[in-house]
């Protein structure tokens, strides 16, 4: 069985919507290419945290959340398989996670990894996660 996984980066900024053009076209040029699985870097939709933008206050969630929507769709359209990065919003106060989605190529989160190993810097800006994340393609996914 093959499985021919794009690597996919670009310059991730603050700007999530720029971020979700260069995701949303790099699925397509992967796909193209014949890739099975579109892999992308840590926090590649929402941007960097204390990096790309000073911190989360007056982050807009819901237009990440929608980006990530539009993510999910065109992998369902495509048949791919994602690996994106972003940040996870958590309840109250808690600080968000810097996650890694597992998008299937039904265009559905089937896990998440959040990450666990939070050098001091990152701690000001995310909470650490607290588990590992195995998942299993489809057998006919090198098929298509």
């Not at 040029?29 to 941007?47: M, Y």
């Amino acid at each position: 069985m093959k499985l021919s996984v794009a690597t996919c980066h670009f310059p991730v900024g603050a700007d999530i919507r720029r971020n979700a053009r260069y995701v949303l076209h790099q699925m397509r040029v992967a796909r193209r290419l014949g890739a099975d699985v579109a892999h992308f870097p840590e926090a590649c939709l929402s941007g960097y945290a204390g990096e790309d933008f000073r911190s989360f206050r007056g982050f807009d969630w819901d237009f990440l959340l929608a980006c990530m929507q539009d993510v999910l769709a065109l992998a369902r359209q495509l048949r791919l398989w994602v690996v994106a990065g972003s940040a996870h919003r958590l309840t109250g106060r808690h600080k968000p996670h810097d996650s890694v989605y597992v998008i299937s190529d039904r265009g559905t989160v089937i896990d998440r990894y959040d990450k666990r190993f939070c050098a001091n810097e990152e701690l000001a800006h995310y909470s650490p996660g607290n588990h590992s994340v195995v998942f299993t393609l489809r057998a006919s996914v090198a098929a298509c």
